[in-house]
């Protein structure tokens, strides 16, 4: 059979055409610069390496972020009063912010986070020892009166819905309490579990939780003496039980345990001591498929690695990584492929690749940012 001229060398080019045209994933990276005020914009490449795009501004002492589930929002909360949050759309090709919304908090937060709809912004409160939640509008605007306002204990640092979107967890560092809570999603309401809260060891600062994947386990990282607590979760009842813990300090650390100190917002500033050799644990995070986890250290300006028994919870300590100065903040992309870590008292971002087997990071580049960069959310998309 006769091919007809060309059509060979025509199928060709449109397989070439159509091979370079299947693009992997749009990644972006959103840094907040407390100090500057504004959100650094990057492309994450599929090499590892950013590309610096925007600075978007926000006000002074932006700090929380979070994302909307279905990746079409950002929302960025100023710890300089008067207390707001501001909600960005992002573009799906350029990863662009446009700022939509600016609405008012109750208070300083040091942390935000969405429940699992996204129709629910819940805040901590440091300084206030409170919690808040108020409704996301169809808009996607946080409505400007809270649901609610609950008391808590002193320096609420974190608060996470678990993945069944049915219980509120809240890390007190000042009363070294979890506070739990049944979330109404109907509602939007919050109401204290029974009982109310877990109580740890004193002295330890509960700070900052993650939930695993399955829904089992919460680990929770302790600010004052790095350790990283094995948490599970009842499924039923929405309840904590500590499992084990583990510490994310090298052997041969010389950090002793430390002392609250007065965040941004929160009355009494530091403690009348030297705490250059104090403690001072800040983030932690997953890897995608669960087989670890990671912890930042400020005082070291490290990264610890864990390994993850999925089975038990417990966690295995790796490694420690030397990162960026004040190291308040870090993320991990959605392939778990990358991990970008900030210092609040550097001028530049980390890149880390992360090894699939063993889960060492390698760095990849370094590249400019803000003053007081503090917190990372990373996107992709299809």
């Known amino acids: 059979m006769r091919q007809i001229p060309g059509l060979a060398k025509g199928i060709a080019m449109a397989a070439m055409i159509s091979a370079a045209g299947a693009a992997p994933a749009a990644t972006f990276v959103y840094v907040s610069n407390a100090e500057d005020g504004d959100i650094g914009v990057y492309a994450l490449n599929a090499d590892g390496t950013l590309a610096a795009r925007e600075r978007v501004a926000a006000a002074k002492v932006v700090m929380p972020m979070a994302v909307s589930a279905d990746k079409r929002i950002l929302y960025a909360a100023s710890r300089s009063k008067p207390y707001s949050v501001h909600a960005y759309a992002i573009d799906r090709g350029t990863g662009a912010l ?13 942390y935000i986070s969405l429940d699992r709809t996204g129709r629910v912004l819940f805040g901590a409160s440091y300084g206030g ?41 809240v890390p007190h560092l000042g ?21 109310p809260l ?8 509960p700070r900052h939780l993650v939930v695993s994947s399955d829904n089992r386990f919460v680990y929770l990282l302790s600010e004052l003496v790095a350790t990283i607590t094995t948490l599970s979760l009842d499924q039923k009842t929405g309840l904590l039980s500590e499992v084990s813990s583990a510490s994310a300090l090298p052997p041969d650390s010389k950090l002793q345990p430390g002392a609250p100190r007065g965040g941004v917002g929160a009355p009494g500033g530091p403690p009348p001591r030297n705490t250059d050799n104090d403690i001072w644990a800040a983030d932690l995070h ?14 070291s300006s490290t990264l610890a690695a864990f390994a993850v028994d999925g089975s038990t919870g417990k966690l295995s300590y790796l490694s420690s990584t030397p990162t ?6 870090f993320a991990i992309d959605p392939s778990g492929k990358f991990l970008v870590a900030s210092g609040e008292k550097s001028e530049t971002l980390s890149v880390y690749s992360i090894d699939p087997a063993s889960g ?10 803000g003053k007081g960069s503090n917190w990372i959310e990373i996107v992709s998309f299809d």
């Open 175 to 195: 009363t070294d309490q979890v506070f739990q809570f049944v979330f109404d999603e109907r509602s939007g309401r919050l109401a204290s579990n029974t009982p």
């Open 98 to 110: 446009k700022l939509v919304a600016t609405s008012p908090l109750a208070e300083s937060f040091p």
């Open 324 to 329: 960026e100065k004040q190291p308040r903040g």
């Open 129 to 169: 020892n409170l919690v808040s939640v108020n409704a996301v509008g169809g808009d996607r605007r946080i409505l400007p009166e809270p649901l609610q306002v609950i008391p808590t204990a002193r320096n609420a640092h974190a608060i996470r819905v678990d993945n069944s979107n049915r219980f509120v967890f």
């Open 198 to 205: 877990l109580q740890l060891k004193a002295g330890t600062g």
């Open 286 to 299: 997953l890897t995608p498929d669960g087989k670890f986890l990671y912890a930042s250290e400020r005082t």
């Open 360 to 369: 060492a990071l390698k760095p990849t580049g370094k590249y400019p940012t």
